[in-house]
């Protein structure tokens, strides 16, 4: 079974449109995670959701929006997307809430290419 | 504030030799600290943490780290590299308490010679 699952894996799309990437986890964890990395790997948080909860929002532009319906779901929407938006994606788990050394279980990735 | 740095965005290596991959933290408060390894267009696995036992870790596949306060470092090693090792490591550390944002290194690439 699928720890973190991540759709779609690829999503390829012209700049201007909208589209959302879907996160689920079947981990019975408490705290999901949104992180891009970018075209150098580098990686870096984006939000955090606990219980449904916002608790960590960096400096994304608010065409970045995230959704969470439950706690086993974190969807990310993505307004007007451009061209610096093209990066991977990843959504990630972990147990308990505002727990510092929990793992944090990641999903594959989707890929996100703005042309 | 917390951050790391990696020495080395490129490591390469000879089948069976000895890996070693740096990794310095910077953190205001007792860190915990974490390496993960992220193969070919896959996500992120944990290879092993630090969360202020054993300053000696032993983690997955091999691998163990060292956190050495004095240095401020978390270097990972591994005493006999193999093909299956080919792949990007990131170092990541997150503050005491409830600090759990993890804030990752820029990775190391370590590539296995045959």
């Known amino acids: 079974d699928t720890a973190v699952s991540q759709t779609p894996k690829y999503l390829v799309t012209q700049m201007g449109n909208d589209k959302s990437i879907k996160c689920e986890q079947n981990l019975g964890h408490d705290t999901m995670y949104w992180y891009k990395q970018d075209s150098k790997k580098f990686l870096k948080i984006m939000f955090s959701y606990n219980n449904k909860e916002l608790i960590i929002n960096e400096t994304v532009p608010n065409r970045f929006s995230p959704k969470s319906p439950d706690k086993a779901h974190l969807n990310l929407h993505i307004n007007s997307l451009e061209l610096g938006d093209s990066a991977v994606y990843f959504c990630a788990s972990s147990q308990g809430s505002g727990i510092g050394y929990n793992e944090q279980f990641f999903g594959p990735g989707t890929r996100l290419t703005v042309l | 504030a917390q951050s790391v740095t990696q020495l080395g965005s490129h490591v390469s290596v000879s089948e069976g030799a000895l890996v070693l991959l740096r990794c310095n933290y910077s953190s205001s408060v007792p860190p915990y600290l974490f390496w993960y390894v992220q193969y070919p267009n896959q996500g992120l696995q944990l290879l092993l943490k630090?969360?202020?036992?054993?300053?000696l870790v032993k983690g997955i596949n091999g691998f163990e780290a060292e956190f050495k306060k004095s240095e401020t470092s978390f270097h990972l090693t591994k005493p006999s590299a193999h093909m299956s090792d080919a792949a990007e490591y990131f170092c990541?550390?997150?503050?005491?308490?409830?600090?759990?944002?993890?804030?990752f290194g820029k990775g190391t690439l370590l590539t296995v010679n045959p």
């Open positions: 630090y969360t202020s036992a054993a300053t």
């Open positions: 990541a550390v997150t503050g005491g308490g409830s600090n759990y944002k993890l804030t």
